[in-house]
């Protein structure tokens, strides 16, 4: 039962323009994550929030960045589009920053950038 | 830097007989975790089972269950009985419970086929 919820599921955009994707969870958990799973299938951790907070904030281009209004949500926008986002957007959280902790998915968010 | 390796790209095998799907790791720590997830053709992501470094038990969850090597830092996930629906793409993780314990390390996953 899905309850990491994104969107859109698809979008499909050109070059230069803004998208955002937005995630919601409704399992009271405190930290949030966005991957990027590429073509290849790798996945890859971009930004993590505990609690509103940024937490992990790893190596991507700066026309990303994400936004945490509260602790159930997570959006990440894009400004600027490259053909090289074209990717699905994959967001989960987990119930707090312990490394035990599983994560759980939302279905992800595919983008095509032409 | 913590790594995941999952060499084998593609299995394929006759239900109801058992798979061995291969992940080996890389890491500093003396303490970590380490999972299994699985990616269904809709693109869903779910848990399957986790491993935790200091214990010496393999983690068993239905019909699936660990084969953890430490000395040799292999987690193999072993699958029983397959079934159709156990057709999908299987990541090998990691987490370590350092500072950077928050990013979770995923291997480049291993297709599996199950056919009848």
């Known amino acids: 039962e899905t309850a990491v919820f994104q969107t859109p599921n698809y979008h499909v955009t050109q070059v230069g323009n803004e998208v955002s994707f937005n995630c919601k969870q409704t399992?009271?958990?405190?930290?949030m994550y966005w991957y990027k799973q590429d073509s290849k299938k790798l996945l890859k951790i971009m930004f993590s929030?505990?609690?509103?907070?940024?937490?992990v904030n790893e190596t991507v281009p700066r026309r990303f960045s994400p936004q945490s209004s509260d602790k159930a949500h997570l959006n990440l926008r894009i400004k600027s589009v490259e053909p090289e986002d074209s990717a699905v957007y994959l967001c989960?959280?987990?119930?707090?920053?312990?490394?035990?902790?599983?994560?759980?998915f939302g279905e992800g968010s595919r983008l095509i950038v032409v | 830097a913590q790594k995941v390796t999952q060499t084998q790209t593609s299995i394929s095998v006759v239900e109801k007989t058992t798979v061995t799907m291969d992940c080996v790791y890389e890491t500093r720590d003396s303490s970590y975790f380490l999972f299994w997830y699985k990616q269904t053709a809709s693109g869903e992501i779910v848990f399957l089972i986790r491993q935790d470094s200091y214990k010496k038990e393999n983690a068993t969850v239905g019909h699936y269950s660990l084969n953890f090597q430490k000395p040799k830092s292999s987690i193999g996930l072993i699958i029983t009985a397959t079934q159709i629906e156990d057709s999908a793409v299987y990541f090998c993780a990691m987490r370590e419970t350092s500072n950077m314990g928050y990013k979770l390390t995923f291997g480049t996953g291993t297709s599996l086929l199950v056919d009848p």
């Open positions: 989960a959280s987990s119930p707090g920053q312990y490394s035990g902790n599983t994560l759980y």
């Open positions: 399992l009271g958990h405190d930290t």
């Open positions: 929030y505990n609690n509103k907070q940024l937490i």
